[in-house]
Structures are given as C-alpha cells and as structure tokens.
C-alpha cells in the first residue's frame, strides 16, 4: 500500500448511501468527513416505516451503523451542513463548508426541559408536515446525534429566552452564527440522495387539495409507531381508520409529461404499503392501480405473498383522474386495461406511488459533475474525484444503495492512495 | 492489570432529583469498596470530566464506572483512551425516566443497576487483539467474468495484490457470449459495445493481478489473512495465501431443455436469447432449421423464470436483454415484425428510456401467457397465446424465430446437499437449525460446517440483510454479482467494486486483529479453556460463520480471524469454557449474583431481562426517551447476542429466588433480524434445555419467556414487561427465595 499522508475523504450525505460509503471507507483506514444538510443522520430512510421485503425496522440497520461511527475515531461528521465550494483535483480537493446554527451546543442532554418550556409550534419536517413540533425539538426519537434543534423562526423572540432560561445545562446559545470552514480531502463522494417527485404538479390526482390523497413517503410515517398519528392509518380528512386503500403506481415516473424513468422501487414500496393496511385492518381492501409490477430477483417472493391476500385487487391502468366525491370518498378512476372497462371506485385514502427525482437535479452540487437531462449523475472516471453513490446516480433500493455506495468506497480509496 | 475502581454517579437529567443518590454511593463504597465513588451534578460536561481524569491522573483510576445515562449516548465524552476501562451504568433512560421518582422500588432497581455494572466491571480485562503471523493482505477473486475482472482491477488500483482465478480457457466469462451491451449511457437507446479485449489485456496488464486460466480452486483452508488456497492449472498445483475472497463464479443460464412445452428442443427454430447472442456475434443471423434471412420473431420472457414448475424468482436482467434483442433484429432488417410476450416488463430505472425507445418502432409487445406453439405446415411458427388485455386467445403469424428469454441459476445452486458431520449415537442432540450448503465445487472450504457458503433461498449466497448486502456467512469471503443475486451488468460492475472494497476492509481489521461487521473494530476474540472440553461439539456446530473445525478427536479449533464475536460458542457451552477478555459467562453470572432479591414476604418480585444489545436494549431506551412507565421489577443485562446467552444463567438467576426470565431477542426465521444469523433462533432451541433446568428446580415453565422485539418495538415494551410480571405474580414467588 502506498503509504499516503492525507488519506481523507469527504462524503456529502448522511443518509443510507452515505453514512454507508462513510463507515466503509473509514474501516478500510481512511479518514473520513460526513457533511448532513439536515440536523441529524439517517436520510429518508430514518423516515421509513419498514424496508421491503423483510418488513424490518430502518433503525435496526441505523444502529448498528450509528455504532460503527461512535466507535471509529477516524469518523467526524457535521450536520446542518452543506458544501459551498469545491476546487482543487483529484486527490487534493479543497472543500468549502458552510454549517448552520444548531442554537443547541454539545452541552445538550437531552433532558427534555427546553421542550417543555415551548409554545410555539412549528410543522413536523420529520413528519412531511403532517403534524407539529415544538419550535426546540428533538428531530426524531432515534436522532444521532442526540441533540435538540431550535428552529430558526424563534430566534429574537422573548419565547426563545424562555427556553434558553428552562436549560439547566446552558446548552441554547441563541447568539450561534453560521460558521464555515475548510476541509482538504482526495476525494469526494456525491450521496445526496433523492426526494419525492412533486405530487401536486400532477394536477388530475388533486394531490395539495384533496387531504385523502397522500404520497407513499406519508404513508410510510402514518404507519410508523413514531409518526404523527403513532402508527394508526387513517383517513385524514375524518380522521377515521382508512381501511379501503389505493395505491396509484407511476404517479409521475413513466410519464413523459413528468419523469420519464422509471423509478425502480414504487412497486415494492406500494406491495409493502399495502401490508401496512392489511396489518392494522381484518377488513381492508386494496387496489393497486400499476402499468407492470416491476419486483426484480427475488423481491418476486413478497410480491406473490401479497397477492396471495384475497383481500388486494390489482387493476392493470394508469389512474386518470382521482377526485372527492359528495360521499366524503375519493374516486379513482382508470381504464382497467384488461378488461377494457373504465373503472370507477370510491376509498377511504389513496396513495400515490410517487417517484424519485435526484436532489442534484434540483439542488445542483457547486461543482460541475456529468449529469444526464434527469439529473442523475454519471459514473465518473478517475479524472474527476467527486463519485457518486445511490440515488443521485439510479432510482434505487436501499440494498443497492448500499452496494453503490461500497463500490464508491473503493473508488475514493483509490484516489487516497494514489496521492 | 490492577484494578482502582472509580465510581462517578451524575445527578443531572432528573438521576439526582429522583433518587438518593447518597444511598447509591454506599452500595458503591460499603459493598463494593471502590476506591473512589464521587457524584456530580452533571458529569457529561466539562467539569465532570475533568473530575473524573484528575482522579484517573493523580489516583490512578483505571477503572471507570459511569453511573449516569445510556451507553448509546454520550459516547465520546466518556472516552478516556484505551487503556482505561469504562463501564456504563444506565440509571438514565432505564431507571428515572421510565420510574416514578423518589420511589423505593425505583431506587432499588438504580442500586442494583450499580451492583451490575460493578460487577461486570471487576470482571472485565481490557482485550488484547489477536495477531496472527504470516499474514496476507492479497485478495483471492475466484470467476473472471464481468465481476471478477472489475473486482481485481478495482483491488489492484487501491494497491492490493489480486490472484484472479478463471476456469475457462480465456477471461471475460459470459461478455465472450454476447455481441452488446444494453444501453448505460444517455440518452440510453442503443446498446453498447462490449470492448472486451481492451478490458482483458487491462486486467492482464496489471502488475498487481495475477491470472490463472484454464484453472479451478481445489481447496481452501484458514481464515481470513491466512487463507491457503491450492489452485489447480492442468497438472500444475499452485499455492497461494491470500487474505480475503470474492466469489465471483456467476449464473448459468437455465436449462431450455426442461422448457419443452415452450418449443425447445421440438422445433430447431425456438432457440434461447443466448443463441441469439451467438447468432450476432457470428454475423449469422439465420433459422437454425433452414439457414433462411429471419423476418420475423417472437421472443417470451420469463421462460422459466417467475414459474414455480422452474424458477419461482425473477431472473432480473432478461427484459433488458430481450429488449436488447429486440433492437438487433430491428438494426438487421427494419422491417423484422417482432412479437414480445411478457408478464411485467421490468424495464426499471434508465431502461425504461430504451424501452419507450423501442415501443416507437413496430414492435408488438403483448401481456399474455404462450399457451402453444405449432409448425403452421411450412415449417413457420405460430404461436397462441392468451392476451391479458384484451382477454382474447390471439394467434401470431407465422414467425421465423422463437426466442426464450431463459433465465438465470448461480453457480452455488448445484451439487449435493452437504451433510456436516453429526455427533455420535448416544450423545444429546439439540436441534439446531441446519444450514443449506451444496457441494457446488467452486472454494471447498475445508470448514467443518461444509465446503462453501451457506445459501438463502434458491441457491443464491446472497446477504439477508437489506442494509449489509455483503454480509456472507463466511467472514472473509463476499459473493458479488450474478452468483449472489440475479442482476444486470450495471449492478454487477457496482456490485464488484464492492466486494472488492469488503475484501480490503476485511484484511486491514483482520491484519490488526480487529473484527469485521457488525462488530467492527471489536479487538476481544474467544478463549477456549481447552482442558475441561468434553469435545461435546456445541461450539463447532451453531458457530454460525462456521468459524470453529475441529480434530479428530472432535476438540474445537477455532479461528479467530473468523470470528464475529457474537459470542454464540460462550452460550454454547455446557461446560462454560469459552471466554472473551470482556464478555464471559463469569462475568454475567456475576451480575445475576449481585442482584438483591428480597424475601418472598415483601412482596417485591424480581426479572431479570436479557437483552439484545443492538435492538432490545435501544428500544428499552427509546421506551425511557417517551417516558413510557413499566414495573421496577426488571433488572436488564445487555447481551452481545441473545445467541451469546448460557443456560447456566438462567439456573443461576432461579436458584437465586428471581422469579422470572424474559428474553429479548431478534425475530428469526426466513426474515430473520438477528444480526449474527442465527442467535436468537439458537436461544429458542436452548429454550428445550431450559425446561429441563425449570424440571430440576420443580419450576414452572412459564417462569421463562422468550420475546421477539425489534429496535422499534418500544411502545410495545411495557405491556410486555408488566403482562410478563402479572404472569409471574399470578404463579407466586419463586420457592427459592431465602435460600
């Protein structure tokens, strides 16, 4: 092994792809920078109910991984931060980052005090939006690291005294300002990630309007044991149990008009969604609306056993239209491609199935890195050290994220001991 | 070493309001006799921590005992190097934050948590790592197909000596089959050249990669870093030591010959996509049955595949490939009329461009079922089909060609079932949950456990976990590609690279004797005391890395380099003789001995609960963050495995007046959570000797639970710990109280 004096690497993204490109990286020897954007680790996958086909918890996996990183001192990472500048070449890279106050120090405990001191509510970005938190708040049960947040918006109120004054261990510091610093590294690995197509550009689904048609990121919090409804999926405009449910695949994937591609892994989502409501509900009733069911390898297993369930329907067609109807129900309504019939039917919730669009084709990263018309970043060679990993590079699962992020691993082990 | 214990009891996050914490630091002095026992008001900050390193300073504490919140927290701020021994006592998220405060029973349970941890804490040595000699850091990769080759060539340029082995005459194993590639690059519509001479004289180019052709891997034995392999080249016999393996030996494609109702082998012109590979390979694009210009086919998929009668899984890749196809024949003769029937067509990602791509040429893509294929009297084909769209039987003109998208089998799915030696007649035999291992002659390993990786369902050595997708049941060696899983040539160039960054991994923690996942980093290995083994082959069997052969004579040798640390050999064993520097059954039993059970008059009944350290104990916290109340009874031991769990403990914990027994593990069974494989599934299995335990104390069964709990099970924590404890009190206390 060459023996190289700065073995650094940069990973931007703590979420699945890169806390895994992360602690593969540092247990093969390298230093390694983390840089989050949001105030804890994890990603969108801490924000998900269960993974498919296993039905198993994200946080079980979280742990463990949270634990590779406490127990590695070759670790450091930095959240509410994000990448302002990058020059330099592969192997001696200059990075540029800007980290946004906490208003909490490391003094936190977590004890608990400021919250109870709060009044103010903010929306629940852990939850979509779905529900509130306080304006000091802990970003979610398992959040690594375990430390509040204040929200900005109290800043310069008499409240925010308030909950300065209710922390025994002088951990608010509402004087924090945005700091930034410089990090030198070999290489960088690009793991931002994706975000969920926008569903209210899909004007006929009546997604903003209609409070019963939700995305299939929200269904993945109603369900969760810590979500905003504690696990109970309901109808959101009664708040009753929402026992007959629709999931609409390809809600903007497949569609010229929308996103082209497909994204890989809303089949399997929506078969697992469906579990959720069979689960909670004796009674329930599913109707999956889909173009093909894309379950590649063996991910055909679970779809057969949720076919199996006498109580899901699946109509071959793309939902045209989704509208409230004067019963307080939601109406999908298709052209069943198979027996040629439109079809008209009322549930309780419909979920749409929507797609991945990679943050770096909304968020651009502040350096050029090849991308293709959707966003998705290419493969690069070794004249670029900025390599990307999951699902800025593909729509994929968190199996293969974590398989690319590895592979990205390597490859950014390379441009360290290539210096 | 010798021992100074310090004792550092916090009394911030609530500790000190809810407890008297005076009483807590006489347990520390009077009954354990500490040589330092201090208390703050809130240890995690500066001023506690300084505390605490000027007594490790000027007094020389060695030995620190954390009396304060979880051990999942405040991690680093505790970290006093490593040489120093820190024992978390979890009086936080476990005691005031799920207990009614300035409680008796409250502080009775914050008191025993201290006897715990002090306990465990005069049990534990700092674990020296084990450290091999003759150590090789080379990666064996054993298949030179697509994966194979990248897995070397991604090696060798991060600096690693890779030994490529490829039975074949010639690298590039199936891309020597194939004329193209599917589309990888914008704005992905054609299909790619492979280019495979200019990435075998690559690989072949690289000073770090060592290439045997024409050669197969006889044997293996050892451990990672010291793996000796014996690698068969003709007559010739070479040997190498190397540190870590991909295997790599790919897929075949299935057999058309069982596809008999689709044509094959009926009719010379139903061929399979891989002889159309060969066909435009060749530049023959011909009927097999004529050697006439093919003007029209019609391709099936899933032949094979998504078929309980053949393959039950989707083979992932054959939509792509036919699409692929589709776009030939279309090159060749535009006017080539092409039928597609399909199932689902699984274009994901990307692919789906190409797919949209082709629909606007005039290609006919049918979702149906082939229900015949019949000679129209020309030597045409005609096939029926039932067309799911329209509902109606639909007959195709007659066409040139038919084309079966077969499928894919790994390598690993032939051969017999290995049968691992059993134990003689006559001797007890627990059920332990057998392994799939087919003789399929790719590594024969000489491991006790059988000769290559344990396979998941339908022959593939794929990882059960969605987070750890290279987490094999062998340490060291990493299944990457088609072998492991069915995929396409993207994934499995990603999928290379990523064994081969596990391999590096694995030799640089074996090469400082430390573990590798999920235990990373982990120096502690087991000792096995050998003099009082009665060969009773408990360890070598539920090892479930097969980390442990043994002799002749049935005595264990283990391996440690690859070894998980789970500790499931320490449960294991009747005779008690497998130890870890930090973890032992010593050291448990200890932590049982000190729990204080009052009489039985006083009504205050004891459980002990062993916990899972990666999903039950978390999820025990997570009850405590929400403040979720359950009965002080409780007194938690945090298990490296719930697998790791001695019977003995369980007598011990009885004989002693505690009541009950719950265990918290992780589900098992085909979805298995627990992250050594099988741990808590072998902890069920003991369940039987358990009973015979509860048989001999004249005990109820009852008295001992098990419990599958997962890490966000929190909310459902305290019902089970209360109905557990109502369960107990409806039996009455244990009769051995007192004793």
Known sequence: ?419 | MEKKVGVYICQGCGIGDALDVEALKSVATDEFDVAVCKSHECLCHKPGIELIKNDIKSDGVNVVVIAACSPRVMYDVFDFGSDKIVERVNLREQVVWSHPPQDEDTQMLAEDQLRMGLAKAAEVELPEPFVAEDLSKKILVVGGGLTGMVAAREAARAGYDVVLVEKEPELGGYLRKIYKLPPATPPYEKPEDVKLDEFVSEITSLDKVTVYTNATVASIEGAPCMFDAIIVQGSKEIKERVGAIVLATGAVPYDASKLEHLGFGKYSDVVTIQQVEEMFLSGEVKRPSNGQPVNSVAFILCAGSRDPEHLPYCSSSCCVEVLKQVSYFKENNPDCTVYVFYKDLRATGVYELFYKHLQKQKVFFIKGDVTGIEDDGSGNLVLTAEDNLTRSPIMTEAVDLVVLATGMVPTTAFGEPYKAPTSEEGEEVEEVPPDTILVSNLLNLKYRQGPEIPALKYGFPDSNFICFPYESRRTGIYPAGSVRSPMDYVRAIDDAAGAAMKAIQCVELTSQGKAVHPRAGDTSFPEFFMQRCTQCKRCTEECPFGAINEDEKGNPLPNPTRCRRCGVCMGACPERIISFKNYSVGMIGNMIKVINVPDEYEEKPRILVLACENDAYPALDMAGLRRLQYNPWVRVIPLRCLGSMNIIWIADALSKGIDGILLLGCKYGDDYQCHFIKGSELANVRMSKIKETLDRLVLESERVRVEEVSITDYHKLPKILDEFAEKLEELGPNPYKGF
């Open chain 1, 1 to 419: 092994m060459t023996e190289a004096t700065n073995r650094s690497i940069l990973v931007v993204g703590g979420g699945m792809s890169g806390l895994s490109a992360a602690v593969e990286a540092a247990e093969a020897g390298c230093h390694v920078y983390i840089v989050e954007k949001e105030p804890y680790l994890g990603g969108r996958v801490a924000r998900m109910n269960k993974y498919f086909p296993k039905l198993c918890p994200p946080y079980c996996g979280l742990e463990i991984n949270f634990r590779r990183i406490k127990t590695n001192p070759l670790i450091r990472f930095f959240t509410l931060s994000e990448v302002v500048a990058i020059s330099g070449e592969p192997g001696n890279y200059t990075v540029r980052v800007r980290e946004n106050p906490r208003y909490v120090n490391e003094k936190c405990t977590a004890c608990g005090k400021c919250e109870e001191a709060a009044t103010t509510t903010i929306s629940n970005p852990f939850n979509y939006g779905i529900d509130t938190v306080k304006a000091i708040y802990l970003p979610n049960d398992f959040a690594f690291p375990f430390r509040y947040v204040l929200d900005p918006s109290v800043i310069g109120t008499e409240e925010a005294e308030k909950i300065k004054s209710a922390c025994p261990y002088g951990a608010i510091d509402l004087d924090m300002q945005p700091r930034e610093f410089e990090l030198v590294v070999s290489a960088i690995i690009w793991a931002t990630g994706w975000q969920p197509y926008d569903a209210e550009k899909i004007l006929y689904y009546g997604f903003g309007k209609n409070p019963d048609v939700i995305t299939n990121v929200m269904m993945e919090r109603y369900a969760s044991p810590d979500g905003p409804t504690a696990g109970q999926i309901i109808q959101p405009s009664t708040g009753q149990p929402a026992k007959k449910v629709a999931f609409v695949q390809c809600a903007g994937s497949r569609d010229e008009n929308h996103l082209p591609y497909c994204s890989g892994v809303c089949c399997l989502a929506s078969l697992k969604q469906a579990t959720y409501v069979l689960e909670q509900y004796e009674d329930a009733q599913v109707c999956i609306y889909y173009i093909d069911i894309r379950a590649l390898g063996r991910y055909e297993d679970f779809y057969n056993r949720v076919k199996e369930d006498s109580r899901v329907s699946f109509i071959k067609g793309k939902a045209g239209e989704i509208r409230r109807t004067e019963s307080g129900k939601t109406m999908v309504q298709a052209e069943n491609q198979i027996t040629g019939e439109i079809t008209r039917e009322e549930y309780d919730l419909v979920v749409l199935a929507t797609g991945m669009v990679p943050t770096t084709a909304v968020d651009k990263p502040p350096v050029d890195i090849p991308a293709d018309e959707n966003g998705f970043l290419l493969e690069t060679n070794g004249n670029i050290g900025i390599i990307p990993a999951g699902c800025v590079k593909r729509p994929v699962d968190v199996a293969a994220c974590v398989q690319d992020a590895t592979a990205a691993a390597l490859k950014a082990l390379q441009l360290t001991a290539r210096r």
